[in-house]
Nanobody
Framework: DVQLQASGGGSVQAGWSLRVSCTVSGVTRDEYTIGWFRQVPGKEREAVSC????????WYADSVKGRFTISRDYAKNTVYLVMDSLRPEDTAVYYC???????????????????WGQGTLVTVSS
């Protein structure tokens, strides 16, 4: 079974940085997409960033472009999301997700991802 383990959330002040990690296990295909999403109570889950394991194509939401960086450590099967210049509006539960067969135009659609990790809470205070 594919399993994702998210970690690294916490509470920081605005302007600080934080890194969240997603360790993936049980994947049998070489190519898949790892996505980071976030959700606040009462709102839909929002796509933040994603990375494809083959070719390394990366996508960012406009709201985080230039502040967040996604990367992957192949040896550790871990995807990182480094979040710089955090803002109070970045406060959310962050989830990582994986799927082996998402087309590029659908990487922002949470329903397209088959596998999800548990969330990790990021709180940014002003």
């Amino acid at each position: 079974d594919v399993q994702l383990q998210a970690s690294g959330g916490g509470s920081v002040q605005a302007g600080w940085s934080l890194r969240v990690s997603c360790t993936v296990s049980g994947v049998t295909r070489d190519e898949y997409t790892i996505g980071w999403f976030r959700q606040v109570p009462g709102k839909e889950r929002e796509a933040v960033s994603c990375i494809r394991t083959s070719g390394g194509r990366i996508w960012y939401a406009d709201s985080v472009k230039g502040r967040f960086t996604i990367s992957r450590d192949y040896a550790k099967n871990t995807v990182y999301l480094v979040m710089d210049s955090l803002r109070p509006e970045d406060t959310a539960v962050y989830y990582c997700a994986a799927d082996p067969s998402i087309i590029l135009s659908s990487v922002r659609v949470s329903q397209q991802y088959a596998y999800w990790g548990q969330g990790t809470l990021v709180t940014v205070s002003s």
